[in-house]
DNA sequence: ACTCCACAGGAATTGAGGGGTG
DNA sequence: CACCCCTCAATTCCTGTGGAGT
């Protein structure tokens, strides 16, 4: 078989695997989706939409599960001339505040309408609302605004999440009747909303579950008998993912992706079937990736904190109170000629560390003496940081030194080694 | 029981950088 | 152009706290 061969004895041409397929219909969510619906019926009836707060881990089908329902939604309204439907659907991702979700929507609801979009600040808050009223007011009919990852807004700032249900009543729109679907995986996000939000947001309250290993298998045998050719899985695989990923996240998209990593592995490894070790392999490699992934985003002052932390384990000084990276960070700081940080800044962007578990933390109290701290250590392996570092312009010579020193650790254990061998 | 350390982590402030309007 | 608005990283300042030593 030649190197750019394109037979392919293990997956089919259909792409059922792509982060962008949708499937026709949504497995094992009967249930939500019920709900989903009645939730949204007073719409098809001719009323002012309900406020829906919808989460659920990610994975379980809550982006999914909105389009299907809303497509439904479309085309049963279609047939009463009475109700015009509007979805504007963005993602608050990396929005903290109202203001920036206004203007997103402004900018979403004018591409609707063809217009010129508006810049993302510059303007007076309260400018940004009447333009986001205006622009649903020139719609019309119901305008639903679907907030996907609402829990990016800061909890303190949630006025938007107020004023888009109150408008018909503040008289802010008079032509139109807004409603928000807000989707979130976090559900502590409500929480620490104010009051008034709160009871105007959650007129009606969905949970997503996470899928259970039956709910994932039946999921998998579903996409994989179009995937995959016929006969290529081995039996013990689908329970073996669809457990694993049940037991990790309940994430169909998790499980999807691990099937589809362990089918390329095999195909890889011009193996016959998929097996039970093609998964294994898969799942490690996929966390190893994440990681890896995770720590190559991340900022330029993160990757100098790292290498300090690094540096210090490799010195076997690990676990490292805060002080003592920040000793180090600073002179790393200085070689790669990136500005140092004070110390609570560094702090800051170490907790961040360990919020995506990168680090581990222990806390520490030395009483009277010593006070109280904290210490932290790598949470991943040496091997798997410097391999995510490589080829990360700005920390070059401060990964080379390490990858030295790390050779030179090794060496010398080699070399107790051998002595204790004769010894 | 009380003291006192070291620092975690909250709050306020600043200043640069995006852009607006008249 | 002068002047204003919003954002966000960074800095400075400050208060709160757990528990070993006294």
Redesign the pocket.
Known sequence: MSRFSREDHIFTDEMPFREEYTPSSLQERTEELDDYEKALSPIARGYSPKNIFLYGKTGVGKTVGTHYILNELKDAVEDYDDVTLTVVTISCRN??????VAIKLVNELRSITGRKK?????????KVYNLLFEEMDKIGGTILCVLDEIDGINNDDDDLLYRIPRARTNSDVEHCDPGIIGISNDYKFKEGLSPEVLDTLCDEELNFAPYDAEELHSILSHRASNAFHDGVIEDDVLPLASARAAQDSGSARQALRLLYKAGELARENDSETVTSEHVESAQSLLEMGKVKEGIRDSTS?DHVILCSILDLALDGKTPT???TIHERYEKFAETVNV???????M???V?ELLRRSFLDMDVK??????????EYELAVSIETVLEALQNVERVDPLVNRLEKKRNGNTNRNKNKYKQKRFD
């Open positions: 929005l903290s505040s109202s203001y920036q508006i810049a993302s600040t510059g303007y007076p808050s309260e002052q109170r805060t002080r500005d140092p940080l004070v110390q609570r800044r702090y800051d962007r907790s109290n030395e009483g009277y003496r010593s006070g109280r701290y904290y």
